[in-house]
């Protein structure tokens, strides 16, 4: 069965870092889309980034361009996000989500089939 485990978020000051991880089980990422989405208190969920496991295409939305780096390591089936810079507007619980296809060019909730439980970042001025 197909899982995902997200660790790394905390508290932060504005303009401090943070990293995310998302281990997964069940399957390979070289086989899927991995991304980070982010729900800010009373928002809906939004697309962060995602990366393809296997040929590495990556999107970023356009919140986090220049600040936000996704990566991965096949070895051990896990996407990282690396947040620097961090701004207030970047509070919110951070969930990791798999599609089982290529990566497209945005993000949609709806195409992604596995998630994780999330992990809480919160950034203070």
């Known amino acids: 069965q197909e899982h995902l485990v997200e660790s790394g978020g905390g508290s932060v000051q504005a303009g401090g870092s943070l990293r995310l991880s998302c281990e997964a089980s069940g399957y390979a990422i070289s086989n899927a889309c991995v991304g980070w989405f982010r729900q800010p208190p009373g928002k809906g969920r939004e697309g962060v980034a995602h990366i393809h496991g296997g040929s590495g295409y990556i999107y970023y939305a356009d919140s986090v361009k220049g600040r936000f780096t996704i990566s991965r390591d096949t070895a051990k089936n896990a996407v990282y996000l690396q947040m620097n810079s961090l701004k207030t507007e970047d509070t919110g619980t951070y969930y990791c989500?798999?599609?089982?296809?290529?990566?497209?060019?945005?993000?949609?909730?709806?195409?992604?089939?596995?998630w994780g439980q999330g992990t809480q970042v919160t950034v203070s001025s």
């Open positions: 989500a798999s599609d089982y296809g290529v990566c497209r060019t945005t993000m949609r909730v709806d195409w992604y089939e596995t």
